[in-house]
Every structure is written in structure tokens, then in C-alpha cells.
């Protein structure tokens, strides 16, 4: 029997029957779990502070009207004065 890394609950979880990069949810806690390991099974918790992160650069990428900022133009500025 495998435990959740977040909530200690029980997982029913059949070694022969998960493949590795497999995502699973917990019953109890509902966390996506990546196995990482097969004979033994092994799950690591997917953190949830990714999409936090992504959240956050597209924050950083908004100009004050909300807008999102192209960076694609600052790049073609850059090559022209190298011209």
C-alpha cells in the first residue's frame, strides 16, 4: 500500500500496473502524484507552487493597464542597433 505524500492517505496502487511519468490524484487530499519510481512505487507530490509561479510571471508582464508586455519587440530592437 502507497501513501500520499501530502495527506498520508492510503493509495491503492498495483506496481505491475503504473507506468513511470504516470499522474494520479489523491482520494482523500485530491493532489496530482507523479509516479517516479515503479518496484517499488514511488510518488512524488506535483506541486501546486508552479502554476502559483506562472500566475506570478504573468503578473511581472503586464504593463499598468493590465495589458500583457510583448517581449518579442524589445528582441527585434536589439538586432536592429546591432545592424
Same mark, same amino acid.
Given at each position: 500500500? $502507497?501513501?500520499?505524500?501530502?495527506?498520508?492517505? #492510503? $493509495?491503492?496502487?498495483?506496481?505491475?500496473?503504473?507506468?513511470? %511519468?504516470? $499522474?494520479?490524484?489523491?482520494?482523500?487530499?485530491?493532489? *496530482?502524484?507523479? +509516479?517516479?519510481?515503479?518496484?517499488? +512505487?514511488?510518488?512524488?507530490? $506535483?506541486?501546486?507552487?508552479?502554476? *502559483?509561479?506562472?500566475?506570478?510571471? #504573468?503578473?511581472?508582464?503586464? %504593463?499598468?493597464? %493590465?495589458?500583457?508586455?510583448?517581449?518579442?519587440?524589445?528582441?527585434?530592437?536589439? #538586432?536592429?542597433?546591432?545592424?
Amino acid at each position: 500500500m $502507497i501513501r500520499c505524500p501530502e495527506c498520508s492517505a #492510503e $493509495i491503492d496502487v498495483d506496481e505491475d500496473e503504473v507506468e513511470e %511519468g504516470e $499522474i494520479l490524484s489523491c482520494p482523500e487530499c485530491e493532489s *496530482e502524484l507523479e +509516479v517516479s519510481q515503479t518496484h517499488p +512505487v514511488h510518488l512524488n507530490l $506535483i506541486s501546486d507552487d508552479l502554476d *502559483e509561479e506562472d500566475d506570478e510571471d #504573468e503578473e511581472d508582464k503586464t %504593463g499598468e493597464n %493590465g495589458d500583457l508586455i510583448d517581449d518579442d519587440d524589445d528582441e527585434e530592437d536589439e #538586432e536592429d542597433d546591432e545592424e
